[in-house]
T-cell receptor
Framework: AQSVTQPDIHITVSEGASLELRCNYSYGATPYLFWYVQSPGQGLQLLLKYFSGDTLVQGIKGFEAEFKRSQSSFNLRKPSVHWSDAAEYFCAVGDFGNEKLTFGTGTRLTIIP | DAGVIQSPRHEVTEMGQEVTLRCKPISGHDYLFWYRQTMMRGLELLIYFNNNVPIDDSGMPEDRFSAKMPNASFSTLKIQPSEPRDSAVYFC????????????FGEGSRLTVL
């Protein structure tokens, strides 16, 4: 069964600093990978996705993620965070032909001035 | 488009009462999902529909939970009888399908069972 692990429950970063959120997946074939963001009191919004091709994918709000098959990872990065990036971030894995997504437990991001 | 619309946004009820959560998906989306979010278990997929037909309900916790989609623009998730452990935020999401992976989530219904 497919699964996703987000090892960091909570991360605190200074505004303007770089960010990397970790995601490891378990899946038998090439997975479909996603990052979603959830602002307080809101539903989840898609940041970016990887299906195939270039392993570095760009998303909205200046985020990017890199798929590394050898490490079973899909880490999310941003070179300089803004206070508005404070939110919860979820990594998810999907399966071609199956619309189900399996979400990780999330990483809560706090931004300090 | 107005996005996925859920109601009510907040529901407080007493144990044993029936709870009905409602969802209107984005027009034209073929897939509808119900997720539950709790601190302990994170986001869990309860059930999803394709063209109004339930495809996978393996995440529905027990018989107290039921979901219907009578037409393409409306779905309900019902809990009867409700229990305190059902307290959670319930999200509805819809998608175009075709393995796009992009789910559009509603703002959620926060359920508290006393």
């Amino acid at each position: 069964a497919q699964s996703v692990t987000q090892p960091d429950i909570h991360i605190t970063v200074s505004e303007g600093a770089s960010l990397e959120l970790r995601c490891n997946y378990s899946y038998g074939a090439t997975p479909y990978l996603f990052w979603y963001v959830q602002s307080p009191g809101q539903g989840l919004q898609l940041l970016l996705k990887y299906f195939s091709g270039d392993t570095l994918v760009q998303g909205i709000k200046g985020f990017e993620a890199e798929f590394k098959r050898s490490q079973s990872s899909f880490n999310l990065r941003k070179p300089s965070v803004h206070w508005s990036d404070a939110a919860e971030y979820f990594c998810a894995v999907g399966d071609f032909g199956n619309e189900k997504l399996t979400f990780g437990t999330g990483t809560r991001l706090t931004i300090i001035p | 488009d107005a996005g996925v619309i859920q109601s009510p946004r907040h529901e407080v009820t007493e144990m044993g009462q029936e709870v009905t959560l409602r969802c209107k998906p984005i027009s034209g989306h073929d897939y509808l999902f119900w997720y539950r979010q709790t601190m302990m278990r994170g986001l869990e997929l309860l059930i999803y529909f394709n063209n109004n037909v339930p495809i996978d309900d393996s995440g529905m916790p027990e018989d107290r939970f039921s979901a219907k989609m009578p037409n393409a623009s409306f779905s309900t998730l019902k809990i009867q009888p409700s229990e305190p452990r059902d307290s959670a935020v319930y999200f509805c999401a819809s998608s175009l399908g075709s393995a796009t992976g992009e789910l559009f989530f509603g703002e959620g219904s926060r359920l508290t069972v006393l």
